[in-house]
């Protein structure tokens, strides 16, 4: 587990590393597009030969609200 400080707070929290540290995903240019960030990681997992692991964060990006999209490709991948 990683640790990160929040400055404001004070909180200290724990973040798990993402499962496919490997792989990498640039998200910031995409301006809060929230289905074109799924499309993105989606197509970098498969990219990366991990076409079931594609299959399920599809399913479970397309379920989520927009402000949890990111927090969940950081689950899955790293994101820049």
Not at 25 to 53: C, K, Y
Request: net charge negative; proline share 6%.
């Amino acid at each position: 587990m990683l640790q990160s400080a929040n400055a404001f707070s004070g909180v200290i929290a724990l973040t798990e590393p993402p499962q496919y540290p490997h792989v990498t995903v640039e998200l910031s240019h995409l301006g809060g597009r929230p289905v074109a960030a799924i499309a993105m990681v989606r197509r970098t997992l498969q990219r990366a030969g991990l076409q079931e692991v594609a299959g399920k964060w599809t399913e479970e990006a397309m379920e989520l609200e927009e402000d949890q999209i990111l927090p969940a490709a950081r689950r899955y991948v790293t994101v820049t």
